[in-house]
């Protein structure tokens, strides 16, 4: 939602003579332009975007904060939604969502990744995805940490396709972009190394498994944060127990704890029945 001005719109319109329906006539609703002059918001950037066109006012004189801020609260509700699995409800937002004439590239890219995730995650829609984590790439590094996000898309995709070895290519280019990305790396970053680190265990490249878990656990470290530090420690120990190596029973243990505090029970009942297994 946009906190705006509605008197600049009721003014305009009263200038040129127009009631609240001819203002609204192929762009919403004549309850939504009264919502705007009485109520000061708009549910829907683009229905405002395009009111303001008729009027000849721009977004900046009308929003009361900046469409770049409107923007990014509702890429964070986005990205709250797709922490908890809702890619779906994710998705009803973003394609209310327009970015047109907005210039800040980390909006922009940051739009697009959402987008894919949410099509791919949500929708399976394979090529859609594929072509969202395309605009973030056509003008992003590798090693910007929406390159590295939008490389891990792609490389889940290929994954869900069962296309391997295009699958690998691509999460290397995200783990070669992480290496040479920020310090402090950012704490998202964890999830892209959890990422690898379940398809190098379902390729059997168990070792370097291992490894990108222990990267992703030091991300945690970094931020003294539990954020997927549980599913990090349980891959770990999962891996470790597919090279025979004591210690998986260890981070198994670690695992379940940290789970129990983040009172994730898909991992504690994941890990009581690795146990069982090996005893």
């Known amino acids: 939602m946009a906190l705006v ?14 009631s609240q329906t001819e203002l609204a006539e192929g762009i919403c609703k004549q309850a939504t332009i009264s919502n705007i002059e009485r109520k000061n918001f708009c549910k829907d950037i683009e229905i405002l975007s395009k009111v303001c066109r008729r009027l ?4 900046a004189e009308v929003v009361q904060s900046s469409p770049e801020d409107w923007l990014d609260d509702r ?21 209310k969502m327009s970015i047109e004439g907005i210039h800040d590239k980390k909006i922009i890219n940051r739009y697009y990744y ?3 995730n949410c099509l791919l995650l949500g929708k399976h829609d394979f090529d859609s995805a594929l072509f969202h984590f395309n605009q973030v790439l056509a003008v992003t590094a590798d090693e910007d940490v929406y390159g590295i996000l939008a490389n891990t898309g792609i490389a889940v995709t290929y994954e869900l396709k069962k296309q391997y070895n295009f699958a690998e290519i691509y999460y290397q280019k995200a783990i070669d972009g992480i290496e040479i ?6 704490l998202l970053l964890n999830r892209v190394l959890f990422n690898a680190a379940k398809f190098y ?3 059997e490249k168990y070792a370097f498994a291992v490894e990108l878990c222990d990267r992703g656990i030091a991300i945690n470290k970094q931020y003294a944060s539990t954020k997927l530090l549980d599913f990090l420690l349980y891959e770990k120990a999962f891996n470790l127990q597919k090279l025979d190596d004591n210690r998986a029973i260890e981070f198994y243990e670690d695992a379940k704890k940290i789970a129990a505090f983040n ?17």
């Open 5 to 18: 001005h509605g008197e600049i719109i009721k003014s305009e319109r009263k200038k040129r003579k127009m």
């Open 56 to 59: 000849d006012l721009t977004l």
């Open 75 to 95: 890429l964070d509700e986005v990205e709250r939604l797709a922490a908890l699995s809702k890619h779906d409800e994710g998705l009803e937002i973003l394609e």
């Open 114 to 116: 959402n987008f894919g």
């Open 181 to 186: 990305t920020m310090r402090p790396q950012p």
């Open 201 to 203: 265990s379902l390729i």
């Open 263 to 279: 009172n994730n029970r898909h991992v504690m009942d994941t890990v009581d029945k690795d146990l069982k297994k090996l005893k």
